[in-house]
């Protein structure tokens, strides 16, 4: 799934940014989310974290805690080359909390 490939892409090639304004930016649900919303594979991460705070994962998993669990899975799926089985919403977690 080319969406897939694009959010674990940079979920995890990208380093942590100060983002003042995660809390103001428009939230857009996986089931409205349209494929021009997904900046492209080779987008640099500032076009990327607008995108990536358009998901809020403290609200949707309900803690930091969980979140952090969610994204680290996802790092070690992507770390250990394995197969990125996660789910829409769980990608959008790892932009999420890389942003």
């Not at 080319?2 to 674990?8: E, G, H, K, P, V």
């Not at 021009?36 to 607008?50: F, G, M, Q, T, V």
Request: hydrophobic content about 35%.
């Amino acid at each position: 799934m080319r969406q897939a490939a694009i959010l674990s892409h940079h979920a995890f090639t990208h380093r942590k940014s100060v983002n003042a304004g995660k809390n103001l930016m428009n939230k857009i649900p996986n089931s409205q989310l349209i494929e021009n919303d997904i900046p492209h594979l080779h987008a640099s991460w500032k076009k990327i974290e607008p995108f990536a705070v358009t998901f809020d994962g403290y609200k949707h998993w309900g803690s930091f805690k969980k979140c952090r669990e969610v994204a680290e899975e996802g790092v070690k799926l992507y770390r250990g080359q394995k197969d990125l089985t996660q789910s829409l919403t769980d990608l959008r977690t790892c932009l999420f909390f890389e942003s």
